[in-house]
């Protein structure tokens, strides 16, 4: 039998609150193997939630855990079945560290899991002295627990989405905890039913928490955020707000690129168009990132269409509002004297702006932004495109789902 200092030792490696260890024996070439005993008498019974202790039977199990050193680590565990004398239900109690029929605990399959991200199956398994079937049943099983786990201390949410294929019109939406900059949950569709189906699986615990909501400029994610999040500010992304404006400028480089080719005089045409020549990018970049050839590139724009040109300023007006205004009042008192010069230039962004403004000030006092979501989606990206060929939702999501629960 080992000495009492020996098992409150052992309990304080094991470090797991429903069990203690009783007794322990090391056979060699196999591993240690603790003998544990449930430190709850009293179980809920899962059908009338009343609490019992009447054993039905004992039913001992062994499982792996985390192994200590180079010794592998076995449990022996005791999954009671129990009777309540309340409704007669007889039922087998449930653990948090090992789920039901599995013989390995959960925080063993998370550490397999991890090296299964950062490596394979097959060498993951050898390593391990572990078979690829249990890491499939493993990670098929880790997944479903993943797919259903909340959200823990979100203050704030962030909605983005993804193209899926690109040029397609067809996007995974991503949630994102902007604070931890942690993928918190993805949903297949953009559709208001579907996210909204989605963000109440979290419940209500969650949602009143959260204390501000950025969005890009799609009125369906304003009006989720207010259904389900009332408390929550929300803000229209200043990214998506510049990326509506520097679009907006691109379609007018090409609406006047097409305009040019139809010109009938040939000097004329190859005027403009070589004005035009890589014009894109000196324009749609922010200008103190460009160097002496791009500035003088912009020159050139401006020779052939002066209404590009100064499109850009005013694109770079807004940057230099988003960069330096204070507070939401002198944000706002810049924005509107903005909007007073946009209107024949932009007058798309105009209209949206206009709409969004209350969204878009919000911005200035907490000054959150999307900024670590295109991080985020990057990666996202690269997921779809590995190895694993994870080519349907499920898989992608839980893989996904995966790698930020390690990465955090
Ligand atoms: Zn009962």
């Known amino acids: 039998m080992a000495s009492n200092s020996e098992l409150h030792l ?31 008498k009293k179980v809920l019974c899962p059908n009338c939630r009343k609490t019992t202790e009447l054993l039905h039977q004992n039913n001992f199990q062994t499982v792996r855990d985390l192994s200590f050193g180079q010794q592998l680590v076995y449990l022996k565990v005791n999954r009671r079945r129990m009777r309540c004398p309340h409704c007669q239900n007889k039922f087998t109690e449930e653990l948090e560290f090992v789920q039901k029929r599995r013989v390995h605990t959960l925080r ?35 997944g479903t627990y993943l797919v259903k786990e ?29 604070e931890k900059g942690k993928l918190v949950g993805l949903v297949e569709k953009r559709t208001k039913k579907e996210i909204t189906e989605h963000l109440e699986t979290w419940g209500e615990k969650v949602l009143s928490k959260i204390q501000e909501v950025s969005i890009d400029l799609w009125k369906p994610y304003k009006n989720i955020a207010k259904e389900l999040m009332p408390q929550a500010e929300i803000v229209a992304d200043r990214f998506h707000v510049m990326k509506q404006v520097t679009d907006e400028l691109d379609s007018a480089r090409r609406k006047i690129k097409r305009e040019a080719e139809k010109l009938k005089s040939k000097s004329q045409k190859e005027k403009i168009l070589s004005g035009l020549t890589k014009s894109k990018y000196v324009l749609l970049k922010n200008e103190q990132d460009l160097n002496e050839d791009e500035k003088e590139k912009l020159k050139e724009v401006e020779k052939v269409a002066p209404v590009l040109t100064k499109m850009h300023v005013l694109k770079e007006k807004l940057r230099n509002i988003f960069e330096s205004s204070k507070d939401w009042r002198e944000g706002l008192f810049n924005l509107a004297d903005w909007l007073k010069d946009i209107s024949d230039y932009f007058p798309k962004s105009f209209g949206t702006i206009k709409r969004w403004i209350g969204e878009i000030v919000t911005y200035f006092d907490e000054r959150t932004t999307q900024g670590i979501v295109e991080g985020i989606n990057n990666k996202l990206k690269l997921i779809k495109r590995r190895a694993f060929g994870f080519r349907n939702f499920n898989n992608f999501q839980l893989r996904s789902l995966l790698t930020w629960h390690f990465a955090s």
């Open 10 to 40: 052992m309990n304080q490696l094991l470090n797991l609150e429903e069990v203690k260890v009783i007794d322990y024996r090391i056979i060699e070439g196999i591993g240690i193997i603790l003998s544990l005993e449930n430190t709850q």
């Open 108 to 142: 063993f399959v998370k550490k397999i899991i991890e090296e299964v991200l950062n490596s394979d199956i097959k060498n993951v398994a050898k390593r391990n002295d572990l078979s690829e079937q249990e890491i499939e049943t493993m990670l098929k099983d880790l």
């Open 150 to 178: 909340k959200p823990v201390n979100l203050k704030k949410l962030g909605i983005d989405e993804i193209a899926v294929v690109k040029g397609q019109r067809n996007y995974y939406v991503v949630f994102v905890d902007l």
